[in-house]
């Protein structure tokens, strides 16, 4: 009867949702290697955590982190929020539009040390 309330509250779903740590994907991996200059098997083996966004429902919000580094330190980083304790993890955070593989991302505060993951 009130089909159009149903769909506003998937759509607030929606934006409130967290993946899973995953290998990063085509668009981040991108950036990654042609932006940030990293090498592509290091871009490759890292992991990303994302979320939509609340300001745009195309973009997701992404941090990238290296999941070698999180199990040295103890850390279990089960999705986007589980990094906010923890900043020292996050290499590089920004979002990406997954229909047109469009990415940002800037470095995060311990990027330095990067060259300690090889």
């Known amino acids: 009867m009130f089909g159009f309330l149903s769909k506003s509250k998937r759509a607030e779903n929606r934006v409130r949702k967290v993946s899973k740590p995953s290998l990063v994907n085509q668009a981040i991996g991108r950036e990654l290697i042609l932006t940030h200059s990293l090498e592509p098997d290091l871009a490759w083996s890292l992991m990303q955590v994302a979320k939509h966004s609340y300001q ?63």
């Open 56 to 118: 745009d429902s195309t973009r997701y919000e992404v941090r990238v982190f290296s999941a070698k580094r999180a199990a040295d330190r103890g850390v279990a980083v089960t999705d986007f929020n589980s990094l906010d304790n923890h900043p020292d993890l996050v290499l590089y955070h920004g979002w990406y539009v997954d229909k047109n593989q469009n990415a940002r991302l800037i470095m995060g505060p311990d990027v330095i040390s990067i060259s300690t993951l090889k």
